[in-house]
């Protein structure tokens, strides 16, 4: 069998791993900046934190990034706060250093159809520079322990697998700091609400041995760290529209039958501001539209399950000749296998597949790792080219994303200063900076500072897409 071990010439627990940060925000501004200071303040290497920010909102709503580059990173910058290698220059600076590695994007509410197809559409964006990459999918209203890119790391190495997925529903912001003891604290199995699992309340459970991360059947959308090809091999559904109960065990069942392992980290590295929940999005949007798809999305779920029922089969006639394509399950172990190693209630033929009826967890502790069916197989998908998206536009462009309805159209937000680029180039090709050129430059920082950092980097457009 081949070793699906990290390679450690590629990952350590040090700042040379880059993690991208993704996050989906509908309104929600004032927190979704906060969010974004705290994940650089708190981070041990700020320099390898990047953003991907997916704001649902209309130009008189609060701008998650217009509020961060105005008002937490003059700030960060200024007071020193984001250290080495930050410190040493001008504070505009280090502000240009932080917006050029982050990407902004923006759609209009009335086309954001509840939170998992804004993930998904947020997850189509993402410019990762390579696969080695980390990605920690969050939510837009969270804090972070201090060194919590250290911890997840060497969380994630310590599961061994280069396939390892760190889920769990977070802590409350309440405990930020706190020690977390001999305990690990994790989610096990579901519950049926409307015919569909929905992942059971975290619990703490007490470990003699806290160091390694814990085996678990449950993903959880508001916390997911992996390496970034996860998100190229098993991509958030984003045809799930209108729902909220359902995200979390498709992508469960997707990730483990694809080759994947879930599991809940040791450290407690991310917390979840519960405060002020809403799901704001249903006031978006005609309400008749919103049923008929919530309805559909939810015999999507079922069909993945394998627990249609005669009304789903009656009403979902058009979608079985349609099929889940590149949404549905893995080949390296099946549904099946994954019940019977969960003891995890899906509900239909499920539940009487078990010997408990309830399909009730108690723990996850006694979980041990299923073998996949073809490791080669799965190594040699991180080196395909299928399936990668490629939705990168200019400051201000709009995007139409393949298979989506016309009115969802992201624009790229701007991220960076207003810079005029062929003057900046044409300055930079004669070598000099003189006054004129910086008067036609208003939001440069100055002829001295401006040569310091890589104003090209600004200027030119990122990489596309993935790269194996």
């Not at 990952?11 to 791993?17: C, F």
């Not at 919103?290 to 249609?308: A, C, D, G, M």
């Not at 910086?438 to 500072?449: F, N, S, W």
């Amino acid at each position: 069998m081949l070793d699906l071990k990290p390679d450690p010439a590629h990952l350590d627990a040090n700042g040379d791993t880059p993690i991208l940060l993704e996050i989906s925000a509908f309104l929600d501004g004032v927190r979704c900046a906060w969010t974004l200071r705290r994940a650089l303040e708190r981070a041990s290497f700020p320099d390898r934190v990047s953003f991907t920010v997916l704001q649902a909102r209309l130009p008189q709503h609060e701008d998650c990034v217009g509020i961060f580059r105005s008002r937490h990173l003059p700030e960060l910058c200024a007071a020193g706060g984001l250290g080495a290698p930050f410190a040493g220059g001008p504070a505009e600076e280090c502000q240009q250093r932080v917006l050029r590695r982050s990407r902004a994007w923006l759609l209009d509410p009335r086309a954001a159809q509840g939170p998992v197809h804004t993930r998904g559409v947020a997850a189509r964006l993402l410019e990762p520079q390579d696969l080695s990459a980390m990605c920690l999918s969050t939510d837009a209203h969270m804090d972070f322990n201090r060194g919590w890119d250290v911890s997840l790391i060497e969380d994630w190495l310590s599961a061994g697998n280069e396939f390892a997925v760190l889920t769990v529903y977070p802590e409350s912001v309440d405990r930020i700091d706190k020690p977390v003891g001999s305990r690990i604290v994790s989610s096990c199995g579901y519950t049926l609400e409307e015919g569909i699992p929905r992942g059971r309340q975290a619990q703490d459970y007490a470990r003699s041995d806290v160091r390694m991360p814990l085996l678990t059947p449950n993903w959880a959308a508001g916390f997911s760290f992996h390496r970034c090809h996860a998100e190229k091999l098993v991509p958030v559904d984003w045809r799930l529209r209108w729902i909220f109960t359902g995200e979390e065990v498709n992508r469960a069942v997707r990730l483990w039958t694809h080759g994947y392992d879930l599991y809940a980290p040791a450290s407690v590295a991310v917390l979840h501001n519960y405060t002020n929940a809403k799901q704001e999005f249903q006031q978006f949007g005609d309400r008749h539209r919103q049923i008929l798809q919530k309805r559909r999305s939810q015999r999507q779920v079922r069909r993945l399950l394998e627990t249609l029922t005669a009304d789903d089969l009656a009403a979902g006639e058009a979608e079985e000749q349609e099929g889940l394509g590149r949404f549905g399950l893995g080949a390296q172990r099946s549904l099946e296998e994954f019940v019977m190693w969960s003891r995890a209630n899906l509900g239909g033929k499920w539940a009487r597949a078990l010997m408990d009826p309830w399909g009730r967890v108690q723990d996850c502790l006694w979980l041990q790792r299923r073998p996949i069916r073809d490791p080669g197989a799965l190594l040699q998908s991180l080196r395909s080219p299928s399936g990668a998206e490629r939705a990168v536009a200019e400051v201000g462009e709009e995007v139409l994303l393949a298979g989506e309805e016309d009115v969802v159209r992201p624009k790229r937000d701007v991220a960076v200063a207003n810079i005029d680029c062929d003057v900046f180039e044409a300055v930079l090709a004669r070598g000099v900076l003189i006054m004129d050129d910086v008067l036609k430059l208003p939001d440069l920082i100055g002829a001295r500072a401006a040569m310091q950092f890589d104003a090209l980097r600004i200027c030119t457009r990122p990489a596309a897409g993935y790269s194996a």
